[in-house]
């Protein structure tokens, strides 16, 4: 499969928005002290939403390294 720069341009964006999904996910987590069921809920929220940004800013330096590759004539 070989994508344009515009598509993987297209990809990046739509990653950011998965992170800005996930950063305001965790913003909008309930503060202070909770019972501890609840708690641990939060947290796992909170621990998946990370995992999710994470992974997503992985994805974003590949991309962004292809787009490199394109420019550079290295890839097809």
């Known amino acids: 499969m070989s994508?344009?720069?515009?598509?993987?341009?297209?990809?990046?964006e739509i990653f950011e928005a998965r992170i800005q999904t996930a950063r305001e996910k965790i913003?909008?987590?309930?503060?202070?002290?909770?019972p501890f069921k609840k708690h641990r809920k939060r947290e796992k929220v909170r621990r998946d939403c990370k995992a999710e940004i994470k992974h997503v800013k992985g994805l974003i330096t590949y991309a962004r390294e292809g787009i490199k590759l394109r420019k550079s004539g290295l890839m097809g």
Request: glycine share 12%.
């Open 27 to 34: 913003a909008g987590l309930p503060s202070g002290r909770l």
């Open 3 to 12: 994508m344009s720069i515009s598509d993987i341009q297209k990809d990046i």
